[in-house]
Structure formats: structure tokens, C-alpha cells
């Protein structure tokens, strides 16, 4: 039991060790590795820079435009910041967006097929003296079969270190963001999947309530793309229209992700039928980092919104009518026997006196 319990700790402390390692490759990937970056106990004493060369001198990351069988040759420099002499490993990864919205890159044990299989460095090892940077040359080298679009990867450096006290081996890396845009027809689309309205009403019979639109963006084309987002709600022949506030973007997605959407939509009247619209309007940048706002995208789904306590009023009401109207009935119903009894009763009277009086 109790090997079992330190094998669950191990286990936990490693998670937790990775995902301060993610945190890591967000920031260089993300153009802020500028200083040094430090882990959590302070042993990451490396950056990592574009090299200043033809294509700039203040770059926070790669980024070309390159055409199917073609070629770049690039640079990044490392520095070790710390007090001893540092060997890390070199190495190219696909990039992913992860379900917090930041860009992340493969681990060296998954299999890229991307800008990973397409970057390539001299050595796969860089050592560097305390206080000193080195140049790490790298290639890309682009399939003349290469799709068009947009390709997005990183260059890493990684320093793996085993952890005693918790008996782990921990993978530290730092790395900068390549993006890759392969000539040819660019096709940028935006789809809208899996939309579905939930509604959920008010014990208020004449009030309003709230709705929940979901749905998942999907990038179907071949270029990043983010989206203004709308969202609105309404009842039959559009009436009763309601509208979501604003909406966040969501992350630039790489052609193919998805991105799962949720929208409380407020002040919702309960019109029986429910309408609810989704709207993007996708978002292209250019190399120089302008962005232009595409065709918007729109597509809608059905629901219910059922006033079931203005329902229920209007059943208790149909019910008092109703039972007031037997009642009532059967109220009359009494009277006419209790008057028919009388006559009967009046009639057979008289009858006996006549008898008597022949008699």
C-alpha cells in the first residue's frame, strides 16, 4: 500500500513538473524568451534568440514564405546565463494549439511530419561555456509536394535532468516559434459544427430566462485563422431576439484544429421554438502581422424553450374552469332530481286525497 502511494505521488510531482515545462515552451514560442528563463527551482539558466542576420535583427520568431522543393537557412543563437558548462539537445517539433489557447510544440518521443521532419541541424547537440552564446544553424527544407498553406513548428533546445529526491527524469526546453506559409492556393475557411441551444427557464411564469449556444469551430482551410464571434437567440418568425455580449475570439487555430465554443445568452423570452445563431467572421493575418476580416460564417439551430411555468399556471387554470363547470353541473343536475322528487311527491298527495274523498 504504501509503495503504491509513493508511486502515485511520483506520478502526480511529474505531471506537475511537465506542466511548468509547457509553461516554458508557451513563453519562448510566444516571442518572450528574451531573459533568462527560470524553472520553478531556478535550474533553467538558458535563452534562446533568433540570430540577427538578412532576414532581421529583432525577431521574436521564424517566419518565411517559401515555395513547394524550396529552401531557408536561418540561425538561432543560445546563451548560457549559467556557472557551468551546459549541453543541450537540439531538435524540430510540430506545432499544436493546446486546450488553453497557447501554442505548444511535440515532444521529441512524437512524430512530427510537418516543420519537425523539415528542420534540420548541423549537430543534434550544442554545448556552451558558462557566460557564453553559440549559433546553432539550422535548414528548412521544403517537399516540392509540400501542401499550401500555412505550417507552423519550432526549433527546441532541451536539457534533460534526473530528479533524486522524487525519482523522476525531467525534460526542461526552450525553443522558438517557425512559420512557414508554402506558396500556392491559399484557401482560408472557418466552419461551424456541433451547434446546440440549451434553455433553461425561471419560476417567474411571465419572466425571462437564459439560454446556452455551444458549438466547435473548426478550421478547415489552410491558414491560421482566428474569428470574431455573434451569437444570437430568438423565437419563432424571429421574434423575441436576443443577443449574446461580446465574445471572445477564439485562439489562432492551425488548418485543421477545432476549438469548442460555450455562449450564455441572457434574457431569454420562452417562445416555444428557439433559434439559435452562430456567427464567425474569420480573421487572416499577413506576414507583416495586418489583419483582414474574411466573409463571415453563420449557421443556426433549433430548440425549445417552454414557459413550463406559465404551462403549468395555465393547466392549474384549465383545471379550475373545468372543475367548476362539473360542479356546476352537477350542482344543477341535484336540483332538477330534488325538483322532480317534489312534483312526484305532489302529484301522488293529491292523488290519495281524491281516494279519501270518494271514499
Known amino acids: 500500500m504504501h509503495a503504491h502511494t509513493t508511486r502515485r505521488r511520483t506520478a502526480v510531482t511529474a505531471l506537475v513538473r511537465t506542466a511548468v515545462l509547457a509553461l516554458l515552451v508557451v513563453m519562448a514560442t510566444a516571442g518572450l524568451g528574451a531573459g533568462p528563463a527560470l524553472a520553478d527551482d531556478g535550474d533553467v539558466t538558458w535563452t534562446v534568440r ?26 538561432m543563437t543560445v546563451a548560457n546565463r549559467g556557472t557551468a558548462p551546459l549541453t543541450l539537445a537540439v531538435y524540430a517539433a510540430d506545432g499544436f494549439t493546446t486546450d488553453t489557447g497557447q501554442l505548444d510544440l511535440l515532444t521529441k518521443a512524437k512524430k512530427s511530419v510537418g516543420i519537425g521532419a523539415w528542420v534540420h541541424t548541423d549537430n543534434a547537440n550544442v554545448t556552451i561555456k558558462p557566460g557564453k552564446s553559440a ?10 509536394n509540400a501542401t499550401p498553406g500555412d505550417h507552423v513548428g519550432g526549433i527546441l533546445t532541451s536539457l534533460k535532468q534526473s530528479d533524486e ?30 451547434l446546440h441551444a440549451d434553455y433553461a427557464g425561471t419560476y417567474n411564469p411571465f419572466g425571462k430566462g437564459d439560454a ?20 444570437s437567440v430568438s423565437g419563432p418568425f424571429g421574434w423575441l431576439r436576443a443577443e449574446a455580449g ?47 476580416s474574411l466573409k463571415p460564417v453563420e449557421a443556426t439551430a433549433h430548440g425549445w424553450a417552454v414557459p413550463w411555468t406559465l404551462l403549468l399556471l395555465a393547466v392549474v387554470l384549465i383545471a379550475i374552469v373545468v372543475g367548476s363547470l362539473v360542479l356546476a353541473r ?25 281516494q279519501t274523498q270518494k271514499s
Open 135 to 144: 549559433d546553432v544553424p539550422f535548414t528548412i527544407t521544403v517537399p516540392a
Open 165 to 194: 529526491a522524487e525519482g523522476v527524469n525531467v525534460d526542461r526546453r526552450l525553443g522558438i516559434r517557425i512559420k512557414l506559409r508554402v506558396s500556392g492556393a491559399l484557401r482560408p475557411a472557418l466552419a461551424i459544427e456541433n
Open 212 to 231: 446556452t449556444v455551444t458549438y466547435t469551430v473548426h478550421n478547415t482551410g489552410n491558414a491560421i485563422l482566428s474569428a470574431k464571434q455573434a451569437v
Open 246 to 292: 461580446d465574445i471572445a475570439p477564439p485562439p489562432e487555430l492551425l488548418p485543421g484544429e477545432t476549438w469548442k465554443v460555450t455562449v450564455p445568452v441572457h434574457g431569454v423570452a420562452p417562445g416555444i421554438s428557439l433559434a439559435a445563431t452562430a456567427t464567425l467572421t474569420p480573421l487572416l493575418a499577413d506576414a507583416s502581422g495586418s489583419t483582414t
Open 330 to 354: 352537477r350542482s344543477r343536475a341535484r336540483r332538477t332530481l330534488r325538483e322532480d322528487a317534489r312534483v312526484r311527491e305532489a302529484v301522488e298527495q293529491t292523488l290519495r286525497e281524491q
Open 50 to 75: 533568433t540570430a540577427a542576420n538578412g532576414y532581421g535583427a529583432d525577431r521574436s520568431s521564424f517566419s518565411y514564405g517559401v515555395n513547394p522543393g524550396g529552401r531557408v537557412k536561418d540561425t
